[in-house]
Structures are given as C-alpha cells and as structure tokens.
C-alpha cells in the first residue's frame, strides 16, 4: 500500500427540523426534497473549518474510510442510515483536494455503538486513511508538457477537435494534481 496519510475525527451528523431530527434514511422524505442544500452545505462548512481544511499537497488516488456511529442512548440506528451524510463527506475530500477523485474508495460501516459517553447524542467516529499519491517527475512533466502543446495545435477558433480538447483537459488535471510536488522539485533543483 506504501505511503498511508490517516485522518481520524468524530463528527456530529446534520440535523433538521425544530426537534433537530437527524438527517437519516429513515426520515429522507422529510428533509431531502425541502432542506438538502443548506443542510449540506452546513455541513460541509462545518467539515472545513474543523476537520478538513483546504489540501496543500499532491491528491490522493485512493481511500479507505471507515464509520462508526456512537449513540449515547441504547437506541439502535443501522450502520447505513447515515449513508448520505457519508457521500457528502467523500464528496468533499475531492472538493477539499485530498483526493483526485471517490471512485476508488472502500467504504467500512461498524456496527453502531451504544451507550457511548459525551455530551453529544449522535455522532460518527470516521477513520479516513490516503493513499496512492499522485506523482510526476520533471521528466514526466516535460512529456505532458509536449503532448500538450501537440494537442493544443487542434484546439481553438481555427481548428478545434472535440477529443483534443478533452486530451487536454485531462493533461491539465494531471499537472495541476501533481503542482506542490513539482514545485517542491523544482525549488530543490534551484538548490543545488
């Protein structure tokens, strides 16, 4: 697996509602149709400024992440009634930049745990583990760099190829999940 970046942190899942029900599949026709933007967007904004701050490195390609949910009564919640509390929480891994994209992550739901201490009667124990970092070499680079101008000369006013434009869409999302990396190379480079 090589190298492993682990985030661990335990979250308290959306709610809505004057009683603060908990946003779960059992109540989804409550609050998805009426509330889903804003109460996602909360969240999310909750997840950014406590737990996943703006990614300053190379994306991950893969993840592992595993759920618990801690209830602080006996009362039981499946595993999978949060499940898209957890979508949003892999949606914003890419949109943080801690990984390129969600298709390539194993998800791992613990069974609930009950009667668990704190202040808090719901909350999710999530153990997110990265790895799989996207790399380029300068060499890499100046590849990329080559095979962009190439498929650049079929874009444009002029000329413009749809699949040249794709190519190099997807050239430029290479480079760019590659950039602190190659920065940090090149400033070494500077160096010697």
């Not at 967007?41 to 490195?57: A, V």
């Not at 949606?91 to 791992?108: A, N, P, S």
């Not at 000369?153 to 999302?173: F, I, W, Y």
């Amino acid at each position: 697996m090589g190298e492993v970046y682990k985030i661990e942190f335990i979250f308290t899942p959306p709610t809505f509602g004057k009683k603060k029900e908990l946003c779960s599949l059992n109540n989804l026709s409550r609050w998805y149709r009426f509330a889903k933007t804003k109460i996602k967007q909360e969240f999310k904004t909750e997840l950014g400024e406590w737990f996943l701050p703006q990614w300053e490195d190379n994306p991950y390609s893969k993840a592992e992440i595993e759920y618990t949910i801690l209830r602080k009564d006996g009362k039981k919640l499946d595993s999978d009634n949060l499940t898209i509390i957890y979508k949003w929480v892999q949606d914003f891994l890419v949109e943080q930049e801690y990984m390129v994209d969600d298709d390539k992550i194993r998800v791992v739901l613990n069974p609930t745990q009950l009667y668990v201490e704190g202040s808090v009667e719901t909350s999710v124990r999530i153990v997110i583990k990265l790895y799989e970092r996207f790399k380029m070499t300068i060499n890499e680079l100046k590849t990329k760099a080559e095979q962009l101008v190439n498929e650049l000369e079929n874009v444009g006013e002029d000329t413009h190829v749809k699949a040249a434009s794709g190519r190099v869409r997807s050239l430029l999302g290479e480079i760019k999940n590659a950039t602190p990396q190659l920065r940090r190379d090149l400033i070494a480079l500077d160096k010697k």
